[in-house]
Each structure stands twice: as structure tokens, then as C-alpha cells.
């Protein structure tokens, strides 16, 4: 956390940031709950609404929080406690965060301190600690190229789903949202899901996280015709990533999936044969070939890659608040930025999101490891002063990772 005289700066950059430039608002805006999180501050404010897009930024001027939420849901009272605000309904959201997503990156730039006795690690952050146990740990998580675009890829898949699974329109119905920090949000706003209630909400979460999908029930019989690459929905999903799973994994990979060695080498010595057979629709053909055993993992494995991680509780949660686009990240000094569904593949949110430019500021650096930022890298560092680029120094700052010098 940084200190008092670090915080007063990023607070005024903040509000110089509001009180330059117009601020976005989430459709009927005075439906919505916002909740806010001062610099400083563990506690949210909450239960306050706006009437117009003016009062909004006025607020955030003023205010010049670290964290700007909003709600998903629609009420007829945003400002009254939670069982007297009456909910209308509520955008289904999807949020993909790089915590949830494990990527080798993670071993180099974050960190864990066991609360206990000390002892430290790198990577993530484990259940228990290794030497006595304890469960509670300090955190120090950094965001990398690789790890957003481990981020930007799961959210790609999600949109294909929504899209060509369910319909949505990526222009009209969906909103892809970089959140500040190390992941993206994803809203659906169509009358066709507003109302939805938790259970409903659930059986999209279990689809698109693959669950309960059996191979047999999706062509996978000994008296299946035909099971084509170019079918829709889970049914011809599943082959397509049946088919890539079996093209690109090593023999290691098909151990991990459960596999005994013997199983896993025989199938590398059938792979085109099998790829074949997969290719021609021929799932009866390919039973012949292998156990319905090793199928059934072989299938499970192939589901993993192509299901998306999303946070099973922010789609379910009826009343969920969601980062405010165009604010900022209090912990990156970066833009919760909107992106357009056809720009996500170009997008690069540690460039494109960078809300300070020009002029540079003298910092003590603690310690931070090597990390990118406006499209130049830095670090790693490790007790240094040095004068660097504004937007450098910022995100340093946020990150309690630097102090002012002068």
C-alpha cells in the first residue's frame, strides 16, 4: 500500500484525468447502483445513483476515487439498502481474470509472503503454506504481456460462444470491457436475458464451462454416421477440439490427461489415423480404434482447452457491481477501457490503455520486477532512484512498489 504523500499524488493525477475528458456511462444509468473506493480506503461507498452523465464525472472530480463500480443489475430505488431497491432485472456478465488462468509468467513477477511465519514464494499462491501450514498470505501480482494475452484469449473464445452459440449480436448486445488491471469484462445487455434468475444464469455458466459434456451423447456411438468439424453448438465444438487437442499434445500432455503411458504411446503411433477418422465425421469408426474409457478423458481434456475461464460467481450474482468503464484502476493507474469486438484481436491494453503521457517523475523503486508499460520495458528494480516516464512512475506508485523523491 503506498503511503500518505504517495496517495494525495495519484489521487490529484486522478482527478485531473476526470477533469479533463467526459466520462462514459452505462445504459439507464439512473437504474444502476455505483460504488466507489477511496485511495486509502478498504471500505466501499454504496447505494448511490446519478441522473445524469454530468453529476457522475462531477462525483469523480470531486472524489477522485481508486476504484469506480456500477452495477449489473436495474432498480426501481439504486439508492436504498439492498432489500428495499426493488431489482428489474440485470446484464449478464462475464469476467475473465488472469488469476484464474494458469500462465508460466506468473512464476516470474508474482509473489506470496506466508502471514504466519514468514516463509515466501514465487508463482501462485498456494492453499496452505509449505512450512507450517497457514492459510493466510500477502500478495504481490503484477500484470505482463503474457499473462493479458492469456486474458485477451479465454475472452476471445467466450465471445465465439455467445456469438455463434448463442446468438448475440456483437455490436448491439455485447460490451467487451479491458478492466485496468490484469483481465477483461464481458456484458450481454438484451432484453432476452435481463430477467434471467440465478438458476438460468447457472445452466449458461455450466455451458459454456463445458460441464457434464458426454462424448456419446454428442455423436460418439459405435452407430454414429456422421459427426462433421463443421457443426454447431458443443456437438461440433467438441470434435473441433478433439481434433486440435489430438493434433498438438505430446506424450506428456496425454499423460497428464490421465493416460497410462502404454494408452498414451499407442495413440501417438494412431494420431493421423484417429485425425483422419475425426476429419471424415467417422466417430463409430474411431470407437473401434480406441476404449471408451480413453475417450471419455481424451474428451475431457479437449473441453478444457476449449471452454472459457470465467468467475462461475460474477455471472451468477444477481446484483454484482462491475468496474466502471473509463475510470481508472487505482492499482495501475491504467483505463478501464472499452473494446470493440472486431478490435479485441489488435488490442493491447498495456499501450492502448495507458491514461498518462509525457513528462517524467523521480522515484525511489522498493522492488518490482521486469514489467512493460506504454510500450517500453522497465526493471527489474530493486532499491533504486531514477527518474523515469510519468506513466511508469505511476503505475509503480499505485503498485505501493515506489515512493516519491523530492
Same mark, same amino acid.
Given at each position: ?49 446519478? *441522473?445524469?452523465?454530468?453529476?457522475? =464525472? ?93 486474458? =485477451? ?21 455485447? /460490451? ?13 445487455? *438484451? ?69 497410462? =503411458? ?35 478423458? +481424451? ?41 470493440s469486438v472486431e478490435g479485441l484481436d489488435d488490442y493491447d491494453p498495456l499501450i ?7 513528462? *517524467? ?8 520486477? =521486469?514489467? *512493460? ?10 532499491? /533504486?532512484?531514477?527518474?523515469?516516464? +510519468? ?15 523530492g
Open positions: 500500500m503506498a503511503a500518505e504523500r504517495e496517495l494525495q499524488f495519484i489521487s490529484e493525477r486522478f482527478r485531473e484525468f476526470y477533469a479533463e475528458r467526459g466520462i462514459e456511462t452505462p445504459r439507464e444509468m439512473e437504474r444502476r447502483e455505483f460504488g466507489f473506493i477511496p485511495f486509502g480506503a478498504k471500505m466501499m461507498f454504496r447505494h448511490i445513483s446519478f *441522473s445524469t452523465p454530468e453529476a457522475l =464525472r462531477r462525483y469523480l472530480i470531486e472524489n477522485a476515487p481508486a476504484h469506480a463500480y456500477y452495477s449489473s443489475a436495474y432498480y426501481e430505488n439504486p439508492e436504498a439498502e439492498m432489500e428495499r431497491k426493488g431489482w428489474l432485472g440485470a446484464d449478464l456478465i462475464f469476467d475473465i481474470d488472469a488469476d484464474h488462468i494458469e500462465t508460466p509468467c506468473k512464476a516470474e513477477h508474482d509473489r506470496w509472503r506466508c502471514k504466519d511465519c514468514g516463509f515466501e514464494g514465487r508463482g501462485e499462491t498456494p492453499e496452505r503454506c509449505p512450512r507450517c501450514g497457514g492459510t493466510s498470505f500477502e500478495e504481490e501480482k503484477w500484470i505482463c504481456p503474457r499473462c493479458l494475452e492469456a486474458a =485477451r484469449h479465454e475472452a476471445q473464445k467466450l465471445l465465439d460462444i455467445l456469438i455463434s452459440d448463442f446468438g448475440f449480436s456483437p455490436r448491439e448486445e455485447l /460490451e467487451v470491457n479491458f478492466t485496468g488491471h490484469r483481465g477483461y469484462h464481458i456484458h450481454v445487455s *438484451s432484453p432476452n436475458i435481463r430477467e434471467l434468475d440465478q438458476p438460468a444464469r447457472r445452466e449458461i455458466v455450466d455451458y459454456i464451462l463445458g460441464t457434464g459434456i458426454k462424448a456419446e451423447l454428442h455423436g460418439f456411438r459405435p452407430s454414429a454416421q456422421s459427426l462433421t468439424l463443421s457443426e454447431g453448438g458443443w456437438r461440433g465444438r467438441l470434435i473441433r477440439a478433439l481434433y486440435d487437442y489430438l493434433e498438438e499434445a505430446d506424450l506428456k500432455e496425454l499423460m497428464d490427461a490421465g493416460l497410462s =503411458r502404454a494408452t498414451a504411446t499407442k495413440l501417438m503411433e494412431m494420431r493421423e489415423r484417429i485425425l483422419r477418422l475425426l476429419r471424415e465425421g467417422r466417430p463409430g469408426l474411431l470407437l473401434r480404434l480406441i476404449r471408451r474409457r480413453t475417450l471419455d478423458k +481424451l474428451v475431457e481434456a479437449a473441453v478444457g482447452r476449449e471452454a472459457s475461464a470465467i468467475d462461475t460467481v460474477v455471472t451468477t450474482d444477481l446484483h454484482r457491481l462491475i468496474r466502471l468503464p473509463g475510470t481508472l484502476h487505482g492499482k495501475t493507474a491504467l483505463i478501464a477501457q472499452r473494446v492502448e490503455a495507458v491514461a498518462f503521457k509525457g513528462g *517524467s517523475l523521480k522515484v525511489y523503486v522498493e522492488g518490482a520486477p =521486469r514489467f *512493460s508499460i506504454g510500450g517500453a520495458q522497465y526493471g527489474p528494480y530493486e532499491g /533504486e532512484e531514477m527518474e523515469m516516464p +510519468l506513466e511508469a512512475a505511476l503505475y509503480l506508485l499505485c503498485r505501493g512498489a515506489a515512493r516519491l523523491v
